[in-house]
Protein backbone atom coordinates (compact mmCIF):
# COMPACT_ATOMS: atom_id res chain seq x y z
CA UNK A 1 0.00 0.00 0.00
CA UNK A 2 1.28 3.27 -1.02
CA UNK A 3 0.41 5.77 1.93
CA UNK A 4 -3.50 3.83 1.47
CA UNK A 5 -3.50 4.86 -2.15
CA UNK A 6 -5.66 1.94 -2.93
CA UNK A 7 -8.67 3.06 -1.04
CA UNK A 8 -8.51 6.02 -2.90
CA UNK A 9 -7.86 4.34 -6.71
CA UNK A 10 -11.22 3.44 -8.97
CA UNK A 11 -11.87 0.31 -10.63
CA UNK A 12 -10.20 1.38 -14.21
CA UNK A 13 -7.03 2.08 -12.08
CA UNK A 14 -7.54 -0.47 -10.46
CA UNK A 15 -7.41 -2.46 -13.29
CA UNK A 16 -4.31 -0.23 -15.16
CA UNK A 17 -2.42 -1.42 -11.74
CA UNK A 18 -3.18 -5.15 -12.16
CA UNK A 19 -2.35 -5.26 -15.85
CA UNK A 20 1.44 -3.73 -15.45
CA UNK A 21 1.87 -5.53 -12.48
CA UNK A 22 1.01 -8.91 -14.55
CA UNK A 23 3.34 -7.76 -17.21
CA UNK A 24 6.14 -6.44 -14.92
CA UNK A 25 6.70 -3.33 -16.77
CA UNK A 26 8.85 -1.08 -15.63
CA UNK A 27 8.43 1.88 -18.15
CA UNK A 28 5.54 2.42 -20.26
CA UNK A 29 4.79 4.47 -23.45
CA UNK A 30 1.58 6.26 -24.12
CA UNK A 31 1.14 3.62 -27.41
CA UNK A 32 1.94 0.57 -25.38
CA UNK A 33 -0.79 2.19 -22.40
CA UNK A 34 -3.53 2.11 -25.40
CA UNK A 35 -2.79 -1.37 -26.54
CA UNK A 36 -2.89 -2.74 -23.31
CA UNK A 37 -6.45 -0.51 -22.28
CA UNK A 38 -8.93 0.31 -24.91
CA UNK A 39 -9.68 3.50 -23.30
CA UNK A 40 -11.41 6.51 -24.66
CA UNK A 41 -8.72 9.34 -25.13
CA UNK A 42 -10.07 11.58 -22.27
CA UNK A 43 -10.46 8.55 -20.14
CA UNK A 44 -7.11 7.70 -20.73
CA UNK A 45 -5.75 11.41 -20.03
CA UNK A 46 -7.81 11.73 -16.81
CA UNK A 47 -6.23 8.27 -15.90
CA UNK A 48 -2.89 8.50 -16.52
CA UNK A 49 -2.93 11.78 -14.59
CA UNK A 50 -4.47 10.39 -11.67
CA UNK A 51 -2.00 7.75 -11.70
CA UNK A 52 0.71 10.04 -12.19
CA UNK A 53 -0.76 12.15 -8.99
CA UNK A 54 -0.82 9.50 -7.02
CA UNK A 55 3.12 8.46 -7.89
CA UNK A 56 1.99 5.48 -9.27
CA UNK A 57 3.69 6.51 -13.02
CA UNK A 58 5.83 8.95 -13.05
CA UNK A 59 6.97 11.22 -16.03
CA UNK A 60 10.23 10.31 -17.56
CA UNK A 61 9.99 12.28 -20.79
CA UNK A 62 6.64 13.23 -22.87
CA UNK A 63 4.77 10.05 -23.08
CA UNK A 64 6.80 8.04 -21.53
CA UNK A 65 6.52 6.84 -17.61
CA UNK A 66 7.83 4.81 -15.05
CA UNK A 67 5.91 2.23 -13.26
CA UNK A 68 6.18 1.87 -9.62
CA UNK A 69 3.96 -0.93 -8.22
CA UNK A 70 1.45 -0.19 -5.00
CA UNK A 71 3.26 -3.11 -3.08
CA UNK A 72 6.70 -0.56 -3.45
CA UNK A 73 5.16 1.21 -0.49
CA UNK A 74 4.72 5.03 0.28
CA UNK A 75 8.04 6.04 -1.48
CA UNK A 76 7.57 3.75 -4.55
CA UNK A 77 10.02 1.51 -6.02
CA UNK A 78 13.12 3.19 -7.71
CA UNK A 79 13.79 3.44 -11.30
CA UNK A 80 16.47 1.22 -13.15
CA UNK A 81 18.69 3.82 -14.03
CA UNK A 82 19.79 1.85 -17.16
CA UNK A 83 16.91 1.68 -18.62
CA UNK A 84 16.66 5.42 -19.30
CA UNK A 85 18.80 6.43 -21.69
CA UNK A 86 17.49 4.00 -24.10
CA UNK A 87 14.20 5.86 -23.97
CA UNK A 88 15.97 9.09 -25.06
CA UNK A 89 18.18 7.65 -27.92
CA UNK A 90 15.80 4.64 -28.94
CA UNK A 91 18.60 5.08 -32.31
CA UNK A 92 21.32 3.71 -30.36
CA UNK A 93 23.66 6.99 -30.63
CA UNK A 94 25.10 7.08 -26.92
CA UNK A 95 26.44 5.10 -24.17
CA UNK A 96 26.36 5.30 -20.53
CA UNK A 97 29.85 6.00 -19.10
CA UNK A 98 32.06 8.26 -16.67
CA UNK A 99 30.84 7.72 -13.22
CA UNK A 100 28.32 5.24 -13.03
CA UNK A 101 30.81 2.85 -14.93
CA UNK A 102 33.97 3.60 -13.09
CA UNK A 103 31.43 1.91 -9.77
CA UNK A 104 30.39 -0.88 -12.10
CA UNK A 105 34.08 -2.12 -12.66
CA UNK A 106 35.04 -1.23 -9.38
CA UNK A 107 37.78 1.49 -9.88
CA UNK A 108 35.20 3.45 -7.32
CA UNK A 109 33.06 1.88 -4.34
CA UNK A 110 31.58 5.23 -4.11
CA UNK A 111 27.78 5.91 -5.12
CA UNK A 112 26.78 8.13 -7.76
CA UNK A 113 23.62 9.82 -7.85
CA UNK A 114 24.55 11.62 -11.28
CA UNK A 115 24.20 8.97 -14.62
CA UNK A 116 26.19 10.64 -17.36
CA UNK A 117 24.63 9.57 -21.23
CA UNK A 118 27.33 10.72 -23.95
CA UNK A 119 25.52 10.77 -26.92
CA UNK A 120 25.77 12.52 -30.22
CA UNK A 121 22.52 14.75 -30.42
CA UNK A 122 21.24 15.95 -26.45
CA UNK A 123 22.91 18.50 -24.05
CA UNK A 124 20.31 18.57 -21.18
CA UNK A 125 19.58 17.71 -17.32
CA UNK A 126 16.89 15.81 -16.30
CA UNK A 127 15.94 14.42 -12.74
CA UNK A 128 14.15 10.97 -12.82
CA UNK A 129 13.22 9.83 -9.28
CA UNK A 130 16.69 10.28 -7.22
CA UNK A 131 18.44 10.38 -10.18
CA UNK A 132 20.09 13.23 -12.01
CA UNK A 133 20.64 12.68 -15.60
CA UNK A 134 22.94 14.47 -17.68
CA UNK A 135 23.18 13.99 -21.45
CA UNK A 136 26.38 15.29 -22.89
CA UNK A 137 26.59 15.94 -26.72
CA UNK A 138 29.78 14.78 -27.85
CA UNK A 139 31.40 14.79 -31.52
CA UNK A 140 31.16 11.22 -33.59
CA UNK A 141 34.81 10.74 -32.87
CA UNK A 142 34.17 10.01 -29.53
CA UNK A 143 31.61 7.20 -30.29
CA UNK A 144 34.11 4.32 -29.86
CA UNK A 145 34.60 1.27 -27.35
CA UNK A 146 30.84 0.02 -26.14
CA UNK A 147 29.69 -2.72 -25.11
CA UNK A 148 26.44 -3.84 -24.52
CA UNK A 149 24.52 -5.23 -21.18
CA UNK A 150 21.04 -6.74 -20.56
CA UNK A 151 18.76 -4.78 -17.78
CA UNK A 152 14.96 -6.19 -17.62
CA UNK A 153 15.50 -7.51 -21.74
CA UNK A 154 16.83 -4.24 -21.95
CA UNK A 155 19.73 -3.40 -24.17
CA UNK A 156 22.19 -0.90 -22.50
CA UNK A 157 25.17 0.21 -24.62
CA UNK A 158 27.78 1.26 -22.26
CA UNK A 159 31.44 1.87 -22.40
CA UNK A 160 33.61 -1.40 -22.03
CA UNK A 161 36.38 -1.09 -19.36
CA UNK A 162 39.49 -0.14 -21.35
CA UNK A 163 37.44 2.76 -22.66
CA UNK A 164 36.25 3.70 -19.30
CA UNK A 165 39.66 3.80 -18.01
CA UNK A 166 40.54 6.52 -21.41
CA UNK A 167 37.01 8.46 -20.32
CA UNK A 168 38.66 8.49 -16.12
CA UNK A 169 41.82 10.28 -17.36
CA UNK A 170 39.59 12.61 -19.00
CA UNK A 171 37.03 13.02 -16.58
CA UNK A 172 38.55 12.17 -13.29
CA UNK A 173 36.58 14.41 -10.51
CA UNK A 174 33.93 11.70 -9.79
CA UNK A 175 36.98 9.36 -8.01
CA UNK A 176 39.20 12.29 -6.50
CA UNK A 177 40.84 13.81 -9.67
CA UNK A 178 43.65 12.76 -11.73
CA UNK A 179 46.04 11.28 -8.68
CA UNK A 180 43.79 8.59 -8.12
CA UNK A 181 42.86 8.47 -11.76
CA UNK A 182 46.71 7.20 -12.26
CA UNK A 183 47.22 4.71 -9.37
CA UNK A 184 43.70 2.73 -11.07
CA UNK A 185 45.25 3.27 -14.34
CA UNK A 186 48.83 1.36 -13.33
CA UNK A 187 46.96 -1.12 -10.84
CA UNK A 188 44.75 -1.92 -13.90
CA UNK A 189 47.53 -2.46 -16.25
CA UNK A 190 50.24 -4.16 -13.89
CA UNK A 191 47.73 -6.63 -12.68
CA UNK A 192 46.92 -7.34 -16.15
CA UNK A 193 43.16 -6.73 -15.53
CA UNK A 194 42.35 -4.88 -18.71
CA UNK A 195 43.20 -5.48 -22.48
CA UNK A 196 46.41 -2.84 -22.45
CA UNK A 197 46.74 -3.21 -26.61
CA UNK A 198 42.74 -2.36 -26.91
CA UNK A 199 42.95 0.43 -24.06
CA UNK A 200 46.13 2.06 -26.13
CA UNK A 201 44.05 2.06 -29.44
CA UNK A 202 41.18 3.92 -27.84
CA UNK A 203 43.83 6.43 -26.32
CA UNK A 204 45.17 6.81 -29.90
CA UNK A 205 41.60 7.79 -31.44
CA UNK A 206 40.47 9.85 -28.35
CA UNK A 207 40.58 13.32 -29.45
CA UNK A 208 41.76 15.28 -26.29
CA UNK A 209 45.81 15.34 -26.70
CA UNK A 210 46.62 15.86 -22.82
CA UNK A 211 44.63 12.48 -21.94
CA UNK A 212 46.42 10.82 -24.20
CA UNK A 213 49.45 11.75 -22.89
CA UNK A 214 48.67 11.27 -19.20
CA UNK A 215 47.77 7.75 -20.17
CA UNK A 216 50.90 7.25 -21.94
CA UNK A 217 53.04 8.92 -18.75
CA UNK A 218 51.18 6.31 -16.65
CA UNK A 219 51.33 3.02 -18.73
CA UNK A 220 55.03 3.80 -18.92
CA UNK A 221 54.87 3.95 -15.12
CA UNK A 222 53.48 0.62 -14.93
CA UNK A 223 56.32 -1.11 -16.80
CA UNK A 224 54.82 -0.77 -20.16
CA UNK A 225 57.57 -0.46 -23.31
CA UNK A 226 58.03 1.87 -25.78
CA UNK A 227 57.49 -1.02 -28.38
CA UNK A 228 54.28 -1.77 -26.74
CA UNK A 229 53.51 2.54 -26.54
CA UNK A 230 54.91 3.20 -29.58
CA UNK A 231 51.41 4.23 -30.98
CA UNK A 232 50.50 6.42 -28.29
CA UNK A 233 53.99 8.16 -28.11
CA UNK A 234 53.78 8.57 -32.23
CA UNK A 235 50.49 10.42 -31.18
CA UNK A 236 51.58 13.30 -29.11
CA UNK A 237 54.87 14.03 -31.27
CA UNK A 238 55.14 17.55 -31.86
CA UNK A 239 52.91 18.90 -29.26
CA UNK A 240 52.65 21.64 -27.09
CA UNK A 241 53.80 21.02 -23.53
CA UNK A 242 51.07 20.30 -21.01
CA UNK A 243 50.96 19.78 -17.13
CA UNK A 244 50.47 16.66 -15.87
CA UNK A 245 48.07 17.57 -13.27
CA UNK A 246 46.16 20.56 -14.52
CA UNK A 247 47.47 23.91 -13.07
CA UNK A 248 48.61 27.36 -14.10
CA UNK A 249 52.42 27.08 -13.06
CA UNK A 250 54.21 25.50 -15.26
CA UNK A 251 56.57 24.12 -12.69
CA UNK A 252 58.55 20.90 -12.52
CA UNK A 253 60.48 18.61 -14.84
CA UNK A 254 59.71 18.81 -18.49
CA UNK A 255 59.26 15.17 -19.65
CA UNK A 256 60.16 15.63 -23.47
CA UNK A 257 58.76 12.41 -24.48
CA UNK A 258 55.55 12.69 -23.45
CA UNK A 259 55.65 16.72 -23.65
CA UNK A 260 54.10 17.18 -20.16
CA UNK A 261 55.53 18.80 -17.60
CA UNK A 262 55.69 16.70 -14.06
CA UNK A 263 54.03 19.36 -11.70
CA UNK A 264 52.73 18.19 -8.59
CA UNK A 265 49.30 16.95 -8.02
Keep these: MKNNTMQYINPREREVVARLTYEKVSIITKEQFDKYFNFPKRVREKTLF ?26 GSSINEFLVPSVFFPKGNYYVGYSIMYNYYGFTDQIFQTMYV ?15 FKMIKISARRMYGFE ?6 TEVVVSDKERTLVDMLYFSGPIGGLKRAFDILKE ?30 ALEQAG ?18 VTLYPSKSRKGKINRKWMVIENVA
Aim: hydrophobic share 35%.
Design 50 to 75: RLKKKGILTTIKRAVYFYSPLESGPA
Design 118 to 132: LNTSLQREKIIGNMR
Design 148 to 153: KIKIKD
Design 188 to 217: QAKDREIDVSKLIKYAVGFPNVSSRKRIGF
Design 224 to 241: LSDKVLGSLLKSVEKTSL
